[in-house]
């Protein structure tokens, strides 16, 4: 299993409870097919570099996970096909990535 992270930017009209419900249904989704979610980050209200579908700003949110190459195309398709994912980008980690983001999160959790 490859490690991979996704961020994705949420419509800013959300509420709080609509944003946890929406991450969860990713995850689970990832969960379903296989995977194993190894951290979910919320970076909160962020100003957009430029509008996306007339909208300046968003939530950010990132999530970390291990997961089979096949799972990966169908996770993408469902973030297409919710209308609350303004964006999204997912990254395969090599192991120098990895070691990364084991540093970074250990590092959020001591702060």
């Given amino acids: 299993m490859?490690?991979?992270?996704?961020?994705?930017?949420?419509?800013?009209?959300?509420?709080?409870?609509?944003?946890?419900?929406?991450v969860d249904k990713f995850t689970g989704y990832l969960e379903s097919k296989g995977s194993e979610i190894i951290n979910k980050e919320n970076w909160g209200l962020k100003k957009l570099a430029y509008p996306i579908q007339k909208k300046k700003s968003g939530f950010y949110q990132m999530v970390e996970f291990k997961a089979p190459?096949?799972?990966?195309?169908?996770?993408?398709?469902?973030?297409?096909r919710d209308e609350r994912v303004m964006r999204f980008l997912t990254v395969k980690n090599d192991k120098y990535a990895a070691e990364w983001a084991e540093k970074r999160r250990k590092k959020v959790a001591n702060a």
Avoid: W
């Avoid at 799972?71 to 297409?80: G, I, P, R």
């Fill in 2 to 22: 490859n490690q991979y992270e996704t961020v994705f930017i949420l419509n800013p009209v959300l509420s709080d409870e609509q944003i946890r419900e929406t």
């Fill in 69 to 80: 190459g096949d799972a990966l195309t169908d996770y993408e398709v469902e973030l297409k």
